[in-house]
């Protein structure tokens, strides 16, 4: 039985139409499916492990990064795996595990491809998908969110980056990678990545792997006002390793914190004054294709 837990309001209200689709495809291939919907934050992770209890073949998130996150907490662990159908505005986290956008070919992809072991990311005990951070990628995903009353897909996100050219200022966060030494610095971004791209295709780590049981660590210090417009056509065009101001380095644990600092959770927004991070090597099971498989390779 596959079990195909959907967000209906994902992609401003496209979420319920895909979930009936994909459940009607499934039926007509004579392929038992249980379709759910969500109804609240929160719930897509209480009806996975309902469906991990009940030894699903195959748990379908069908939605944005925020359901497939909630499904994957729910199953991570265990030795049921996700399938991921994007419905949602983002859906970031799916290229890096190459799966098509279009919904009726990302399940046809699903269905063909075998459950790989595939990397989670942990913050202070908690499980994240795809990307953490704080400095720039915060100030982005706060003005997106007041766009995408007005706007979909990419646009309330490069809204959001335009905004915060103009407003956001580095600060000093202080940061320790695999236990050594902490290091304060005046940062634009601190990016900590499973994933390659965050709000709906934006490079924070263009060469990650969701498959090498590493994290991605991602700083760029602060950049004058005068090279902001150049550096962001680079990170549009997922050059950000190549920025004279980027540090990089692949990582097993991760701490930063800073004064009031608030963290980017998988595109969630909390206040953190610290945070613990390191990656669980397999913890999850994909079905996607083999290792270092994503959209754009």
């Not at 695999?178 to 990545?193: E, I, L």
Request: hydrophobic residues 40%; proline residues 5%; aromatic residues 6%.
């Amino acid at each position: 039985m596959i079990y195909a837990i959907c967000n209906p309001t994902a992609g401003s209200g496209r979420g319920e139409k895909i979930g009936h689709k994909i459940q009607a495809i499934l039926d007509s291939e004579r392929i038992p499916c249980l379709l759910r919907m969500t109804e609240r934050p929160g719930h897509a992770t209480e009806l996975a492990r309902q469906a991990r209890d009940a030894q699903a073949e195959t748990v379908l998130a069908i939605g944005g990064d925020g359901t497939a996150f909630e499904v994957a907490r729910g199953l991570v662990g265990s030795d049921t795996p996700l399938g991921v159908i994007p419905a949602g505005t983002g859906n970031d986290f799916v290229k890096t595990i190459g799966v098509p956008q279009d919904p009726e070919s990302a399940l046809e992809y699903v269905l063909a491809s075998e459950p790989q072991k595939t990397d989670v990311g942990e913050i202070n005990g908690e499980m994240f998908l795809n990307e953490i951070g704080t400095g720039f990628d915060v100030s982005v995903l706060d003005y997106a969110a007041k766009a995408k009353k007005y706007c979909r897909g990419l646009l309330p996100y490069l809204y959001g980056v335009m905004q915060t050219l103009f407003r956001f200022h580095a600060v000093p966060i202080t940061c320790s990678v695999d236990g050594g030494p902490a290091v304060t610095r005046d940062a634009f971004v601190v990016g900590v990545a499973n994933g390659r791209w965050i709000g709906g295709g934006i490079g924070i780590a263009p060469d990650a792997r969701a498959d090498d049981g590493l994290l991605d660590v991602v700083i760029v210090d602060k950049i004058s006002r005068r090279k902001l417009l150049n550096r962001l056509i680079g990170l549009m065009k997922g050059k950000i390793l190549t920025f004279p101001e980027t540090h990089f380095v692949r990582a097993s644990q991760v701490a930063f914190s800073a004064p009031a600092m608030r963290v980017n959770v998988d595109g969630e927004i909390l206040a953190m004054p610290s945070v613990q991070a390191r990656v669980l090597p397999g913890a999850l099971l994909v079905r996607r294709q083999g290792s270092g498989c994503s959209i754009g390779d």
